[in-house]
């Protein structure tokens, strides 16, 4: 392909990107408020489950609107291979980096919409039963650490963290962005990789210290990154390698 692509076309491009990056932040930013998201991931299966049913039903459709946010995560990697394709970058599968990076997020999203609702209404009604509590716990233990560390942290952020990288080297010397946009994309990448200490602690039973922190930070590194981008399509339309 050569690269060219119409202004009108990375100028609603650019629009795309900021407002994904509003909208995913959204859900993010009530799960945090209301739900104490992401700490009480690493909580007791108790905690975690008794402060779901706590939440309800508005607790549920937060939960979907950020799955769906993670689904949506694949269209914005088709755009951004448009608006950075150039010669002698590979930017079909750097989008297909992303494709799958936002498919297997929503995968491990889902558990919150279709799984934990029965398990935690289970819990609340089992006060009196010790024994199906444990088996509760044991439940929503494994598909925690399945779909939610394994598939939607392991494998989703990893994803995104290369994608991310893929992304910033298509950018780095393309008119249109430059090198200080992509060097933000490459430290959000970086960020978002040594972010899985995190997930691997649970597994590994260490500490993950100040790296319990970076999947957060590099969240908010590929906000800054997703809304600079959108910006400069929209000021530099025409600009193709």
Same mark, same amino acid.
């Given at each position: 392909?050569?690269?060219?692509?119409?202004?009108?076309?990375?100028?609603?491009?650019?629009?795309?990107?900021?407002?994904?990056?509003?909208?995913?932040?959204?859900?993010?930013?009530?799960?945090?408020?209301? %739900?104490?998201?992401?700490?009480?991931?690493?909580?007791?299966?108790?905690?975690?489950?008794?402060?779901?049913?706590?939440?309800?039903?508005?607790?549920? &459709?937060?939960?979907?609107?950020?799955?769906?946010?993670?689904?949506? %995560?694949?269209?914005?990697?088709?755009?951004?291979?448009?608006?950075?394709?150039?010669?002698?970058?590979?930017?079909?599968?750097?989008?297909?980096?992303?494709?799958?990076?936002?498919?297997? *997020?929503?995968?491990?999203?889902?558990?919150?919409?279709?799984?934990?609702?029965? &398990?935690?209404?289970? $819990?609340?009604?089992?006060?009196?039963?010790? @024994?199906?509590?444990?088996?509760?716990?044991?439940?929503?233990?494994?598909?925690? *650490?399945?779909?939610?560390?394994?598939?939607?942290?392991?494998?989703? *952020?990893?994803? +995104?963290?290369?994608?991310?990288?893929?992304?910033?080297?298509? *950018?780095?010397?393309?008119?249109?962005?430059?090198?200080?946009?992509?060097?933000?994309?490459?430290?959000?990448?970086?960020? =978002?990789?040594?972010?899985?200490?995190?997930?691997?602690? @649970?597994?590994?039973?260490?500490?993950?210290?100040?790296?319990?922190?970076?999947? =957060?930070?590099?969240?908010? =590194?590929? +906000?800054?990154?997703?809304? $600079?981008?959108?910006?400069?399509?929209?000021?530099?339309?025409?600009?193709?390698?």
């Amino acid at each position: 392909m050569n690269g060219l692509i119409e202004p009108r076309a990375v100028r609603r491009l650019g629009i795309a990107f900021i407002a994904f990056a509003i909208y995913f932040n959204i859900p993010y930013s009530w799960l945090a408020s209301n %739900f104490n998201y992401p700490v009480i991931l690493r909580s007791p299966p108790g905690t975690i489950l008794t402060a779901f049913a706590a939440g309800g039903t508005p607790l549920i &459709l937060a939960w979907g609107a950020f799955a769906a946010a993670a689904l949506l %995560f694949a269209p914005i990697a088709i755009g951004m291979a448009a608006v950075t394709r150039g010669s002698g970058h590979a930017s079909s599968a750097v989008a297909g980096l992303g494709i799958a990076a936002g498919v297997t *997020q929503a995968i491990g999203l889902s558990r919150w919409v279709y799984a934990v609702p029965g &398990l935690a209404s289970r $819990w609340t009604e089992s006060a009196a039963d010790p @024994t199906l509590r444990a088996s509760l716990e044991t439940v929503f233990i494994t598909l925690h *650490q399945f779909a939610g560390v394994g598939i939607g942290e392991a494998i989703g *952020q990893s994803l +995104t963290g290369f994608w991310l990288i893929g992304v910033a080297m298509g *950018q780095r010397k393309h008119p249109r962005f430059g090198i200080t946009i992509a060097g933000i994309g490459f430290v959000a990448g970086a960020v =978002l990789l040594i972010g899985l200490l995190d997930g691997l602690a @649970t597994v590994l039973n260490f500490d993950p210290g100040v790296f319990g922190a970076a999947a =957060l930070i590099g969240f908010l =590194l590929l +906000t800054v990154w997703l809304i $600079w981008t959108g910006v400069l399509c929209i000021l530099r339309p025409a600009l193709n390698p």
